[in-house]
């Protein structure tokens, strides 16, 4: 069974800096792109960016809000992915989820930015 | 980037009726890479549609999906009390993969 597990989550002051996990079992995980997708709360899904495999040169593509503050990265030996946030803004509060495909998701990690 | 607009905004049926939801989108969906998810609160969205017609798998088929181009609509052809929830619409045929701002569904 497919199964993505986001963790990382907390409270960080605006301007500051995290770093989530999303460790992945049951597939590949070196074939497969990876997404990350947030939901600030109250509100809608928002595509934040993905990482492609190495056959894909791990090319990287991200939303225009967060472009120059986030970074998706991975390890395929250790199946897993990364979104590296920096300079976060309170807007950055949300739920964050990992996909690696429309029909798996993780349960998602919670992130708050607040003073 | 594409933008998809859905409407209404808040759909208001009863069990039994049936339900029509529409996604827009700003420029044509590239592939049809349209995908419909339905998202209870606390949970992570669930696919119900991809390819803007084909049922994910274990979907009951009172789901369906039809569109291309810029227009797209998920309809649910007699509402169970589960049906209930928020819907988003996504498009995945160009990057960025943007959602659109949901459909709300609940109970009249």
């Known amino acids: 069974e497919m199964q993505l597990v986001e963790s990382g989550g907390g409270l960080v002051q605006p301007g500051g800096s995290l770093k989530l996990s999303c460790a992945a079992s049951?597939?590949?995980?070196?074939?497969?792109?990876m997404h990350w997708i947030r939901q600030a709360p109250g509100k809608g899904l928002q595509w934040i960016g993905r990482i492609r495999s190495r056959a894909n040169s791990y090319t990287t593509e991200y939303a225009a809000s967060v472009k120059g503050r986030f970074t998706i990265s991975r390890d395929d030996s250790k199946s897993t992915a990364y979104l590296e946030m920096n300079s976060l803004k309170t807007e950055d509060t949300a739920v964050y989820y990992c996909?690696?495909?429309?029909?798996?998701w993780g349960h998602g990690t919670t992130v708050t930015v607040s003073s | 980037e594409i933008v998809l607009t859905q409407s209404p905004g808040t759909l208001s049926l009863s069990p039994g009726e049936r339900a029509t939801l529409s996604c827009r989108a700003s420029q044509s969906v590239s592939g049809s890479y349209l995908a419909w998810y339905q998202q209870k609160p606390g949970q992570a969205p669930r696919l119900l549609i991809y390819g803007a017609s084909t049922r994910a798998t274990g979907i009951a088929d009172r789901f369906s999906g039809s569109g291309s181009g810029t227009d797209f609509t998920l309809t649910i052809s007699r509402l169970e009390p589960e049906d209930f929830a928020v819907y988003y619409c996504?498009?995945?045929?160009?990057?960025?993969?943007?959602f659109g701002q949901g459909t709300t569904l609940d109970i009249k």
């Open positions: 996504q498009q995945y045929g160009t990057s960025p993969y943007t």
């Open positions: 049951g597939f590949i995980f070196s074939g497969s792109a």
């Open positions: 996909s690696n495909r429309p029909d798996v």
